[in-house]
Structure formats: structure tokens, C-alpha cells
């Protein structure tokens, strides 16, 4: 059974917005009757509300290379699991700085100390994924609201201290 066979008893507008969910797996002459009311919740009542998942961030990498040192042996290019480091030109050369995991790798096996792997203090890499019910562009905006309405809050608590 898949949430295409409900059957919506209002308005119409309440109807799944997908209609390949998938909900039961029915046997042969089984069938399902059941009411269900939608509800209306935020993430700060429960997680389930959530429009995002697997929300995280990292440091901003810079990957350089010293051209004078660089002797082009290529095991940095062996080890690097993100393919950040790659032959262009008969050179090594960075070819994707905002892949790079951070895992230095390429620094612990270059014998000539060519290659530096560093990381912003004030810049990161932002990234999250969302269920589908906002685009994240819509979740990024209105989390970025709410973020400037605790901001908002917190500065007038902290002027009502000063006065």
C-alpha cells in the first residue's frame, strides 16, 4: 500500500504530496482501514518535525603547493582519498581545494615538504540535507531568521543589563 491509495475525507490540499511512500505491504485479500489526523508540529517540539538531517560542517581546507619543493613524485595524488591532488600539465596541482577532508595524508608521505594543508579560523563548509517538505534554500532562510530573532533577543537582554 503506498500513501497514492489514501483516501483524503476534507480538503483536498491535505492530500500525501507523494504519492510513492510506501506504508504497508499487504498479503494477498488483506486490506487496511484506518483514520489518521495531521498535525501540525516545529522542531523545537520534536525532532520529527525537523525539515533537515545530517546537518554538519567543517573547517574551509586550503591546499597549496610549492612549485620549488614539488618534486612530482605523485604520492601525495596515491593517498588522497578525495582526489583533491591530481597530474595536470606533467605537474602536481590542486585540482578540487574544497574536497579535501583535512586528513593530511598528502603531507605525511611528501618527502620534499612541497605540500601545506591548512584550514580557515573564520570560514567553514556548511552542508545539510532536508526531507523534502522545504527546498534548502527555504530551510537555510528561515533557519537564518530564527537565528537573528534569538540574536535580536539576546542583545536587548544584554542592553537591559547595561542600562
Known amino acids: 500500500m503506498y500513501s497514492g491509495d489514501l483516501s483524503c475525507l ?9 504519492s510513492l511512500i510506501p506504508i504497508v505491504r499487504l498479503g494477498e485479500r488483506q486490506g487496511i482501514l484506518a ?15 525537523q525539515p533537515t538531517h ?6 574551509f581546507p586550503t591546499v597549496t603547493i610549492d612549485p ?20 595536470k600539465d606533467q605537474k602536481v596541482q590542486v585540482l578540487d ?6 586528513c593530511e595524508e598528502c603531507v605525511k608521505v611528501c618527502r620534499t615538504g612541497a605540500i ?13 540535507e532536508t526531507d523534502g517538505s522545504l527546498s534548502a534554500r527555504v530551510a537555510l532562510s528561515k533557519a537564518l531568521e ?6 535580536d533577543e539576546f542583545r536587548e537582554k544584554v542592553a537591559s543589563l547595561e542600562g
Open 54 to 59: 545530517g546537518v554538519g560542517y567543517k573547517y
Open 146 to 151: 530564527s537565528l537573528e530573532k534569538t540574536f
Open 35 to 49: 483514520y489518521a489526523i495531521a498535525e501540525l508540529g516545529t522542531g523545537r517540539k520534536h525532532a520529527k518535525w
Open 10 to 18: 476534507g480538503d483536498a490540499k491535505f492530500q500525501p504530496k507523494d
Open 97 to 102: 581545494n574544497d574536497a579535501c577532508v583535512l
Open 68 to 87: 620549488s619543493k614539488c618534486d612530482n613524485g605523485g604520492s601525495c595524488i596515491k593517498v588522497c582519498p578525495k582526489e583533491v591532488v591530481k597530474f
Open 116 to 128: 601545506q594543508v591548512k584550514w580557515s579560523e573564520n570560514k567553514f563548509i556548511f552542508e545539510f
